[in-house]
């Protein structure tokens, strides 16, 4: 059975700073291209990054450009999104996803086949 298990959400003040973490199981996570999607209240899912299998190559949103950085360890089988700077406007459920195929940038839901269950971060002014 996959899993998905996100971690590291919560309460930080705009300007401050949080890792979320992915832990991954029931799949070949070193053959899995990884990504995060944000959800925010009364709005549809969003893409925010991407990591190929090998990490070498990472896709981000104009929003969260030069502010978050993804990353992976394929030996621990979890993947990462360090958030800096972080605003009020990033407030949302964010969501881990796992994708059995890279495509060309993987920003679309659909290129993905498992989902965690998301964590909450909020931003407050």
């Known amino acids: 059975q996959v899993q998905l298990v996100e971690s590291g959400g919560g309460l930080v003040q705009a300007g401050g700073s949080l890792r979320l973490s992915c832990a991954a199981s029931g799949l070949t996570f070193s053959r899995c291209a990884m990504g995060w999607f944000r959800q925010a209240l009364g709005k549809e899912r969003e893409f925010v990054a991407a990591i190929s299998i090998s990490g070498r190559s990472t896709y981000y949103s104009d929003s969260v450009k030069g502010r978050f950085t993804i990353s992976r360890d394929n030996v621990k089988n979890t993947v990462y999104l360090q958030m800096n700077d972080l605003k009020p406007e990033d407030t949302a459920v964010y969501y881990c996803?796992?994708?059995?195929?890279?495509?060309?940038?993987?920003?679309?839901?659909?290129?993905?086949?498992?989902w965690g269950q998301g964590t909450q971060v909020t931003v407050s002014s």
């Open positions: 996803a796992a994708g059995l195929k890279w495509g060309a940038t993987m920003t679309t839901q659909r290129q993905y086949d498992y």
